[in-house]
């Protein structure tokens, strides 16, 4: 379906890292709109960004590297995602930008059930999975999304949606959070990240309220409390000497003492779907700062995941470090 005539065309071969971002989007953040950013590849040292190459936030978007950036928050301000698929990571076999700058925002309602018909990973009778996303020129205020589905029997499906682009009346602000704003003094980091996925779902079984989530330089540690019941549960995770090679349990303190966070389990529990999808997960906490959650997913794609602690009731989570339940 390529075409002179597009504004903007990526075919991606390895679409399961993708979908998994905006099947989390779609289904976590679904009270703004889910923006899409394209991003096309700037030489080194070039001039300076115009206005055009500038968000409504003031954050240049004039980048040197290509590629499809998505954002979204949720309607608290309780956590934000920011992820990004490299033009060149493998993902995609063509990308293609007339413009070195574009931001689509879409309906996170209408983009989750356009992906739920696309996604190859939960049907049965799929065998590969082929993500066509395009903007014609003779339809700007589209997106065109187009599935081309090889069943296992040989027969190919193919699906098609068109979703409308959305005009955010602030102009997107509030979708982007700057993480350069935070300091982050401890760090876990593992090339196993399906364990985390493992302490989430013993979390959600044991039924915990809040999470309080502690990194020192011995253990990562989860400990779940429900006030419903009075009941806790607390699962530590140390690192161990083993083979080289091997997946590790790596931790980074800058304090001895370390540093904990109490979070809301619902928002931590967004963290499950990428970690089991992700090849490793890097998490960070720090004073007056949300945790960070970077996955690295296939194709040199990052997802890059903010959760404000739920210590006070200050309203602008993010902003103000914190989240109360509702």
Not at 54 to 68: C, M, P, W
Not at 188 to 213: C, Q
Not at 235 to 247: N, Y
């Amino acid at each position: 379906m390529a075409s002179d005539k597009q504004l903007f065309h990526a075919v991606c071969v390895e679409p399961a890292p993708l979908t998994a971002c905006l099947e989390l989007m779609c289904s976590e953040f679904c009270e703004h709109a889910v923006c899409l950013e394209v991003l096309r590849a700037q030489p080194e040292g070039g001039d300076a960004p115009s206005e055009a190459g500038r968000t409504s936030t003031g954050r240049d978007s004039t980048k040197t590297t290509a590629g499809l950036q998505l954002r979204a928050t949720d309607g608290g301000r309780c956590s934000f995602v920011d992820a990004f698929f490299p033009a060149q990571g493998g993902i995609f076999s063509r990308f293609h930008s007339s413009l070195d700058y574009q931001a689509l925002w879409l309906s996170p309602k209408l983009l989750a059930k356009a992906i739920s018909t696309m996604s190859s990973g939960d049907k049965p009778t799929a065998h590969a999975c082929v993500l066509h996303l395009a903007v014609e020129a003779d339809h700007p205020d589209e997106l065109l999304l187009v599935a081309q589905v090889t069943t296992k029997a040989g027969i190919v499906k193919k699906i098609s949606h068109r979703l409308v682009l959305l005009n955010p009346l602030d102009g997107g602000a509030d979708v982007f959070v700057d993480g350069s704003d935070f300091v982050f003094t401890c760090g876990a980091f593992t090339e196993a990240p399906g364990i985390i996925a493992e302490v989430l779902a013993d979390m959600k079984k044991s039924e915990a309220e809040d999470v309080e989530l502690r990194i020192t330089p011995q253990a990562l540690t989860f400990r779940g409390s429900s006030k419903l019941t009075g009941s806790t549960v607390e699962v530590c995770l140390s690192a161990k000497a083993c083979a080289p090679g091997a997946a590790q349990l790596m931790l980074q303190v800058q304090d001895d003492g370390g540093h904990a966070e109490v979070f809301i389990a619902r928002h931590l529990l967004k963290l499950s779907r990428l970690a089991k999808a992700s090849q490793q997960v890097l998490l960070q906490l720090g004073p007056d700062a949300p945790l960070s959650a970077v996955f690295g997913l296939r194709g040199s794609a990052t997802c890059q995941i903010f959760l404000a602690p739920s210590i006070d009731d200050r309203d602008d989570c993010l902003q103000g470090g914190s989240c109360q339940d509702e």
